[in-house]
């Protein structure tokens, strides 16, 4: 397990943000500046210079990303050369530092990271479906294999229950807007397709799992 709590899933999508920057990342100057913006709230003076941090110069955009208890799923576009090898490095490493110290453990978090490239406009529809509907198998435990037997609750654990994911973001509900690049996503696909794309597909699984009863049913008989 990769996520133990609450503040684990907030730290790890903190670390999608932070460590995404070919600069050195100093987490203690993001919380002074977080400290600085808060007296701005509340009417203090404007805070010196040095506590203001740069714009980022960024490895990757995060297109899409959804976090499982286990394991994570990243949608990336590189935008340095060997940007995606160091961003991973560098978000994994800063990760499991913090986790070891949390939980006094030592060594790896993560294995290697699996890359694969998307080679057209139908993969990476799939793509950011499969993504966005990976925490069904919170509520439908072999959902892949065995389909879906209660679509209302999926949708309804999707849409407004886990928010471990980019999908709130892409459907207009603010939730970690600032990890994710969601413009290129939008003007390729769309948001009524990505929609339909994904209501699609828990459509078929649907079936599917009707189907595979029925056929069940009708072998005992």
Same mark, same amino acid.
């Given at each position: 397990?990769?996520?133990?709590?609450?503040?684990?899933?907030?730290?790890?999508?903190?670390?999608?943000?932070?460590?995404?920057?070919?600069?050195?990342?100093?987490?203690?100057?993001?919380?002074?500046?977080?400290?600085?913006?808060?007296?701005?709230?509340?009417?203090?003076?404007?805070?010196?210079?040095?506590?203001?941090?740069?714009?980022?110069?960024?490895?990757?955009?995060?297109?899409?990303?959804?976090?499982? %208890? &286990?394991?994570?799923?990243?949608?990336? @576009?590189?935008?340095?050369? +060997?940007?995606?090898? #160091?961003?991973?490095? /560098?978000?994994?490493?800063?990760?499991?530092?913090?986790?070891?110290?949390?939980?006094?453990?030592?060594?790896?978090?993560?294995?290697?990271?699996?890359?694969?490239?998307?080679?057209?406009?139908?993969?990476?529809?799939?793509?950011?479906?499969?993504?966005?509907?990976?925490?069904?198998?919170?509520?439908?435990?072999?959902?892949?294999?065995?389909?879906?037997?209660?679509?209302?609750?999926?949708?309804?654990?999707?849409?407004?229950?886990?928010?471990?994911?980019?999908?709130?973001?892409?459907?207009?509900? %603010? &939730?970690?807007?600032?990890?994710?690049? @969601?413009?290129?996503?939008? +003007?390729?696909?769309? #948001?009524?397709?990505? /929609?339909?794309?994904?209501?699609?597909?828990?459509?078929?699984?649907?079936?599917?799992?009707?189907?595979?009863?029925?056929?069940?049913?009708?072998?005992?008989?």
């Amino acid at each position: 397990m990769i996520f133990l709590d609450q503040d684990d899933y907030y730290r790890g999508i903190f670390s999608l943000y932070e460590f995404n920057n070919t600069q050195p990342t100093e987490i203690w100057l993001r919380r002074k500046q977080r400290k600085a913006e808060k007296r701005l709230a509340l009417g203090s003076p404007i805070p010196h210079q040095s506590e203001i941090v740069p714009e980022r110069d960024k490895f990757v955009d995060v297109l899409a990303f959804c976090f499982m %208890p &286990n394991h994570i799923h990243l949608l990336l @576009r590189q935008l340095k050369d +060997g940007g995606i090898s #160091k961003f991973m490095k /560098k978000t994994g490493g800063g990760y499991a530092n913090f986790f070891n110290q949390k939980y006094w453990r030592k060594g790896h978090l993560f294995n290697q990271f699996k890359a694969i490239h998307i080679k057209d406009d139908n993969q990476l529809r799939n793509v950011i479906t499969y993504i966005h509907c990976n925490p069904i198998s919170l509520v439908e435990p072999g959902w892949k294999d065995g389909g879906i037997s209660n679509p209302e609750r999926v949708v309804d654990f999707l849409e407004n229950e886990y928010r471990w994911s980019s999908l709130w973001d892409y459907k207009d509900k %603010p &939730n970690f807007q600032s990890v994710t690049s @969601r413009d290129f996503l939008l +003007g390729l696909v769309g #948001k009524e397709n990505m /929609k339909q794309e994904m209501n699609s597909w828990i459509t078929y699984k649907t079936e599917l799992k009707k189907a595979m009863d029925m056929h069940d049913a009708l072998f005992l008989e």
